[in-house]
T-cell receptor, first 114, second 114 residues
Framework: DAGVTQSPTHLIKTRGQQVTLRCSPK?????VSWYQQALGQGPQFIFQ???????QRGNFPDRFSGHQYPNYSSELNVNALLLGDSALYLC?????????????FGPGTRLLVL | AQSVTQLDSQVPVFEEAPVELRCNYS??????LFWYVQYPNQGLQLLLK??????LVKGINGFEAEFNKSQTSFHLRKPSVHISDTAEYFC????????????FGTGTQLKVEL
């Protein structure tokens, strides 16, 4: 049973560039959430996708956008990168099954903005 | 809105000693509670969760946690730690009733020494 996978594992960009991160959910899961984890901090919720729609959004600017495909995989796009966007980006998948949704995390993509 | 407080940023402990990692939360609605572990340069792994029922929850690797509603706490315990338990531990909450955005604490670094 494949878990949550993310690509790439590491990425280096310069300020002002754009980046796309990818996530494949755990088999059978239909919901994908994205989190940003700055160094030494806990993860912060960016947004969540279900049925190809953004279902919830955290306190992140519009530079952060996403997409979910019919096969439930998802992308996180960040435009006009800032130095402060350097972080570990975590994808989590879950299954909407009643109200008991548990999120399972991928290994993350480490983004460095120079 | 919810918030999570992990009172200890670092907890050093000798191998085979017991450990307790503290977590307090604040929420105006009912919550689910989770503990995740993060090993260096990896994603988050679910240790245990409280959804409903018995307030004492057992998880993987010999960890357990107790939900105390009156004290709004969900402390993590292990009776005898191993060197391999050295990692960052995160407490998280989400609202019941769907929309499972996780709010994390800032983490506790558990360092097990010989």
């Amino acid at each position: 049973d494949a878990g949550v996978t993310q690509s790439p594992t590491h990425l280096i960009k310069t300020r002002g560039q754009q980046v796309t991160l990818r996530c494949s959910p755990k088999s059978g899961h239909d919901t994908v959430s994205w989190y940003q984890q700055a160094l030494g901090q806990g993860p912060q919720f960016i947004f969540q996708y279900y049925e190809e729609e953004e279902r919830q959004r955290g306190n992140f600017p519009d530079r952060f956008s996403g997409h979910q495909y019919p096969n439930y995989s998802s992308e996180l796009n960040v435009n006009a990168l800032l130095l402060g966007d350097s972080a570990l980006y975590l994808c989590a998948s879950s299954l909407v099954q009643g109200a008991q949704e548990t999120q399972y995390f991928g290994p993350g993509t480490r983004l460095l903005v120079l | 809105a919810q918030s999570v407080t992990q009172l200890d940023s670092q907890v050093p402990v000798f191998e085979e000693a017991p450990v307790e990692l503290r977590c307090n939360y604040s929420s105006s609605v009912s919550v689910y509670l989770f503990w995740y572990v993060q090993y260096p340069n990896q994603g988050l792994q679910l240790l245990l969760k409280y959804l409903s029922g018995s307030t004492l929850v057992k998880g993987i690797n010999g960890f357990e946690a107790e939900f105390n509603k009156s004290q709004t706490s969900f402390h993590l315990r292990k009776p005898s730690v191993h060197i391999s338990d050295t990692a960052e531990y995160f407490c998280a909450v989400s609202e019941t009733g769907g929309g499972n955005k996780l709010t994390f604490g800032t983490g506790t670094q558990l360092k097990v020494e010989l």
